[in-house]
């Protein structure tokens, strides 16, 4: 991930051919689940052509701005898996190319002028009328257009001059065609006009992004549908720099259950909350690939090298996609089930790693292999990655407690738990060999000398060896854990299954 681009003459380089596509997030707050989803169709469609991704930091407007979120942001991609080839290029250090740019509209006429203060246009160049229908929208076009200025005071800011008559028209690959009145179009802003020092003749997002777009030779915009509206400001900046535009494919709205567009009150929308919970990142792209593309068909499970040799822009659907988190938790468990236990492992080791439960032992040679068994043998069970350290601690360390419910449950019923335990720890030691079919034979016996039904004792057993009632089958377990465990551990539980008895 080098930048190949010059960051203040804005040259790109980059010996790839293929289309060029960017992820062009804000740092206005984290990498949320929409942005995330924009940067993985572009991933996607760079990695499926041929071609080359680009990450820009869109950071000119410093009043909106937090340098600090950047790191936060690339965090996101990283974890998501996401690799740019070229980037991240801040557009904060570009602000000679765009005045530039606005320089060349200037001169050539597609902009002018407008000494206005920024407040009269805060909100858009709307002005709203009472109709006979109700309120009408009108655009206001500023007096400084045809030069007559309000006030000659001060920096002034420039507006680009957008035709009185007529439609500005773009294909898009998802959408269709599409086709704006240019009198709904507002004059809008390319560098503002003084609010302080900090802000004199700072370039605006239609600005920046179009020269940079031109600059870094971007041949497709992948983008949220809701940047729609942005577009035929930007094909018209195009033609006034007398470029071409690139293909627009505007990607649909990602909506709550409850059909309105995401946001934070429908619970956790940054994408490293998602780690935080668990979530396995291969899943999440599963997840999110699914909001709003279809490879056709109805298989839902597929790896990212599938999605990758799948995607295309034809079947980026128009229909909003619907976040839904029993989905997303559907996904990872197929994840957690279907992977290939050699890559399950490294995740599981970043787990057991955080909670400080991880053995170097376990990195190579027999520890690796017991660590690849035990893992495969809880997989079935596990919904999250910290399960893994959770309820099936007792797999991992000597120090896990006892489950109250499973207590209540397996140990309260049989007064004769204590002696039962005490007498299969014994025949558990006695075994010539240890395997699950002798394991299993001796518990048996135990339970037809006590007089009692193999369940009960392969209940409590559970209970005792792994703390919990819910775990991998009890012999599968045992041999996971080695005798010398299993029997200390039976006996070590003798007082607490003895109260549990008694209480
Ligand atoms: N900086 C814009 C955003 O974060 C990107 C818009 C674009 O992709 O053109 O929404």
């Known amino acids: ?24 997030p804000s740092p206005t707050g984290y990498l949320h689940v929409g942005g995330a989803r924009t940067a993985l169709f572009n991933w996607f469609f760079a990695r499926h052509e041929g071609g080359t991704m680009i990450l820009r930091i869109e950071d000119t407007d410093a009043e909106r701005n937090k340098p600090e979120l950047v790191e936060g942001i690339l965090e996101g991609l990283r974890w998501l898996g996401i690799e740019w080839d070229e980037g991240p290029y801040h557009q904060s250090e570009r602000t000679e190319l765009y005045r530039a740019a606005a320089q060349k509209c200037l001169d050539n006429g597609s902009a002018y002028l407008c000494y206005c203060a920024a407040e009269r246009y805060a909100g858009g160049d709307h002005a709203e009328e009472e109709g006979a229908g109700g309120k009408v929208r009108r655009v206001v076009r500023c007096a400084c ?8 005071e001060g920096q002034p800011g420039v507006r680009f001059k957008v035709p009185l008559g007529g439609t500005t028209r773009f294909q898009d690959a998802v959408f269709g065609a599409r086709e704006f009145s240019n009198e709904e179009i507002e004059d809008f802003v390319l560098l503002r006009s003084p609010r302080g020092e900090e802000t004199a003749g700072q370039p605006t997002y239609q600005l920046a992004a179009v ?3 031109i600059a870094m030779r971007i ?37 709550g259950a409850d059909r309105t567009r995401l946001s934070k009150r429908h619970g956790a929308t940054s994408v490293t909350s998602y780690r935080d919970e668990g979530f396995l990142p ?3 792209r599963n997840f999110l690939a699914l909001l709003g593309w279809s ?6 499970f597929l790896r990212t090298s599938e999605l990758i040799g799948k995607f295309s822009l034809e079947h980026v659907l128009r229909t909003n996609g619907v976040f839904d988190r029993a989905k997303l938790e559907w996904f990872n468990t197929q994840y957690l089930q279907k992977l290939p236990i050699e890559e399950l492992l490294p995740e599981v ?24 068994k035990t893992v495969d043998l809880l997989r079935p069970r596990v919904r999250l990655l910290p399960d893994f350290s959770s309820w099936s601690r007792a797999f991992f360390s000597d120090e896990f407690s006892y489950n109250e419910a499973a ?47 193999a369940g009960v004792l392969i209940n409590a057993t559970r209970v005792a060896i792994v703390g919990e009632a819910v775990a991998p089958p009890l012999f599968e377990s045992m041999l996971a854990l080695g005798r010398e465990r299993v029997t200390g551990r039976l006996r070590a539980a003798l007082p607490a299954v003895q109260e549990s008895c008694k209480a």
């Not at 257009?145 to 000659?152: I, L």
């Not at 627009?248 to 990602?254: D, K, R, S, V, Y």
């Not at 490879?295 to 839902?300: I, L, R, S, V, Y």
Request: include cysteine; glycine fraction near 10%; hydrophobic fraction near 40%.
């Open 282 to 284: 291969e899943a999440f």
């Open 211 to 213: 020269v940079d777009d």
């Open 295 to 300: 490879a056709g068909g109805d298989q839902e």
């Open 219 to 255: 041949t497709h915009v992948i983008r949220g549908a809701d940047h729609i509206s942005n577009t035929p400001k930007q094909v018209l900046l195009y033609g006034a720099l007398g470029a071409e535009p690139p293909v627009f494919a505007h990607l649909p709205l990602i909506l």
């Open 407 to 453: 207590r209540e449950k397996f140990w309260k019923k049989e007064p004769r738990l204590p002696e039962f335990l005490g007498q299969l720890a014994g025949a558990l030691e006695a075994l010539a060999e240890w395997n699950h079919d002798a394991c299993e034979h001796a518990l048996r016996g135990v339970a037809e000398a006590a007089g009692v039904k």
């Open 145 to 152: 257009r045809d030069g007559k200025p309000t006030s000659a």
């Open 349 to 372: 080791e970043a787990e057991l790693k955080r909670s400080k439960l991880w053995k170097e032992e376990w990195a190579s040679g027999a520890g690796h292999e017991w660590f690849a």
């Open 1 to 24: 991930m080098t930048s190949t681009m010059d960051s203040k003459t804005g040259a790109a380089g980059g010996a790839k051919s293929g289309p060029r596509v960017r992820f062009a």
